[in-house]
């Protein structure tokens, strides 16, 4: 089915945003997931199914922090 991801259509065979992530190779733990515009809840993400033009952000989270260039 053909879906839009992060802006970009793709196919995919995935039934569940579950599926989606380990199609992708995504561990679900470090990603929070939208569908059609709505965030999808940590424990839906098995249940949740996909449909056929459906708009779905995948948002990645990273940790860090700046690194001066200069001594402070």
Excluded: C, H, Y
């Excluded at 970009?8 to 059609?36: H, Y």
């Excluded at 999808?40 to 459906?54: F, L, N, P």
């Amino acid at each position: 089915m053909r879906v839009t991801i992060n802006g970009k259509q793709e196919e995919t065979g995935a039934a569940t945003m579950a599926d989606l992530l380990s199609e992708k190779g995504i561990e679900p733990r470090m990603v929070t997931l939208e569908q059609n515009g709505q965030i999808v809840a940590k424990d839906q993400i098995v249940s949740t199914a996909i449909r056929e033009g459906d708009q779905i952000e995948i948002l990645f989270f990273m940790g860090g922090g700046w690194i001066p260039t200069f001594p402070i």
